[in-house]
């Protein structure tokens, strides 16, 4: 389904989105996109992506596995690539702390970059355009969230979702995009919960599901007259502590490019991407694509008719595990010996019994030598 619609028609398309994108390289040059993908974004008159990093100077960092942070002047480059707004509803924008987040907010309106997904007075303002002849609302939110004072980042409730979809129904905005920074992480396949959650939104009046923070892509689903994105994966982001060997597919990443109109579908194409050794996303050669793109459908065949719980649990429990482990290792280095004790909690948490479940089947499969995995492609290895 995917391989068909790609590359058609590109330039009938004014909107893209793009996953997780921290402004760094590897060795500090300065342009965090490979030439031909920012020759690319330039030509989309609405772009779209998911700042994952603090823009600021100075701040308290806080005390997690892996903080991040980019000099202010940074938004000066988000600017040139012609990147419009940016979603800040996500697990990384408070890294620095409230200070950080100021600083943040001043550098984007220096060089006139929106952003959505923030909480100022207690509520957030959703960002506004016009795609031909329709008026497009865009909001996001995040699992999570810091908020203080009534200044943060917006939490994904169902409640203030329904509440904001309405409320820019009321305002008859004809179309709306939401952008979810939500997900397990390097896992292939959204929860039963997640896909619930995606569905109500479209039952609510949403228009598009664009979600991030899984370091990978997950599948696309058409529901109803609705689209969800479940995971667009990296764009330009660190595969750090060895997991872009353990997880081939955090070095891959989609553009998506939707197309608006009053009466029909939303249309949409997917332009897969392929993160360097400088994190930079870049174009792969066409028989890279298609691999992918093949692997896409593939990973995306379980959404329908749902996502069942006993099989996502079997796909989570490992990447679940060899994640977070190593993070509160990190953190008991760093940090110190309160960090040890925080881990326990988590270890006995009820939150982990449907992934020790899962790490049973997985084992299961193990011995009697099924493996039930689809095989993400190395972007890079010889096909």
Known sequence: MHRKEVYKGMSHFNVAFVGDFFLQTRSGIERPISDRVEAYLQQ????????????????????KSYISRSVPGMAAYLHEVGI??????????????????????????????????????????PFLFHDGSCSIGVLGYTIGSTEESGIGVALLSERRVKEDIMGLKSRNVDRIIVNLHWGEEYVAYPSTQQQRVARRMIDWGADVIIGHHPHVVQGIERYKDGLIFYSLGNFNFINSSGLDRLFPCTRWGLIVLLRFSQSASVEYLCLPV?????????????????????????????LTPAIQPWFWFRHAAVPHFRNHLPSFVRRIRRYGIRHLYQMVRWLISPSNYGFYLGLILHLLDSISGRNPSIRCPDPYEAC
Not at 52 to 62: D, Q, R
Not at 280 to 301: G, W
């Open 84 to 125: 419009k707004a940016v979603n800040l509803a996500n697990n990384h924008t408070f890294d620095y702390g409230l200070d950080g987040f100021r600083q943040t907010i001043i550098a984007l309106q220096n060089f006139k970059i929106a952003y959505f997904g923030a909480i100022c007075d207690g509520k957030q303002s």
């Open 274 to 302: 392929r993160i360097n050794e400088e994190y930079q996303p870049e174009f792969p050669p066409e028989d890279k694509r298609q691999v992918f793109l093949a692997y896409l459908d593939q990973i995306s065949e379980p």
């Open 44 to 63: 989309v008159p609405w772009v779209f992506a998911n700042l994952e990093t603090v823009l600021a100077e100075s701040g308290v960092s806080l005390q």
